[in-house]
């Protein structure tokens, strides 16, 4: 079964509001968290890296301000895309990493802003 | 920042034919991956292989590195119609990081 969730799998919402996806391990601890981006027809861009308890590094050109994520605890993340445009459209995916080399990605969640 | 380039960018063969793609990167690198995306779907891992490792194998998958040229390279052979999918890259680089950076992949097409 899927060790790692995501919800809400999509979600379309008007210009201007606030979008919260979570990403959820479901049976094991996450030591950090990675989220990424992949607009239509290309590959996967990594937004920022967050450890639990401590604040997300973003990549270059990423808006920390836009893109809020909170590292609440070892199993649950979430990306909050804060006022949000028809640009930030989008299929947004976390990754999770455990202890060693595990690690699992979510399934995803598509983003669809009017 | 992207760091693999894949190539081809799109391929399309038959089924019963081989499969291959191209990977290549910039910096010296921990390790390499290799992932499948159906259309609009998550990311299934294929296979790792390390920077001291050469070739790997699983099932019908044999990828292969080249640390001197920075390249890697993905066979599938034996193709069917299920393997139609986007292929990508990924590399760890090496200094203990742990993001993992996507090529821009390969749009495989498996006629039946």
């Known amino acids: 079964g899927a060790v790692v969730s995501q919800h809400p799998s999509w979600v379309i919402c008007k210009s201007g509001t606030s979008v919260k996806i979570e990403c959820r391990s479901l049976d094991f601890q996450a030591t950090t968290m990675f989220w990424y981006r992949q607009f239509p027809k290309q590959s996967l861009m990594l937004m920022a890296t967050s450890n639990e308890g401590s604040k997300a590094t973003y990549e270059q050109g990423v808006e920390k301000d836009k893109f809020l994520i909170n590292h609440a605890s070892l199993t649950l993340s979430t990306l909050t895309v804060t006022s949000a445009h028809p640009e930030d459209s989008s299929f947004y995916i976390c990754?999770?990493?455990?202890?060693?080399?595990?690690?699992?990605f979510g399934p995803g969640t598509r983003l669809l802003v009017l | 920042s992207q760091q693999g380039e894949e190539d081809p960018q799109a391929l399309s063969i038959q089924e019963g034919e081989n499969a291959t793609m191209n990977c290549s990167y910039k910096?010296?690198?921990?390790?390499l991956q290799w992932y499948r995306q159906n259309s609009g779907r998550g990311l299934v891992h294929l296979i790792l292989?390390?920077?001291?490792?050469r070739e790997k194998h699983s099932g019908r998958l044999r990828v292969t590195l080249d640390t001197s040229k920075k390249s890697s390279s993905l066979l599938i052979t034996a193709s069917r119609a299920a393997d139609t999918a986007s292929y990508f890259c990924a590399t760890v680089a090496q200094g203990g990081s742990e993001k993992l950076v996507f090529g821009k992949g390969t749009k495989l097409t498996v006629n039946p």
């Open positions: 292989i390390r920077s001291n490792e």
């Open positions: 910096t010296s690198i921990n390790n």
């Open positions: 990754r999770l990493r455990g202890r060693g080399e595990t690690q699992y």
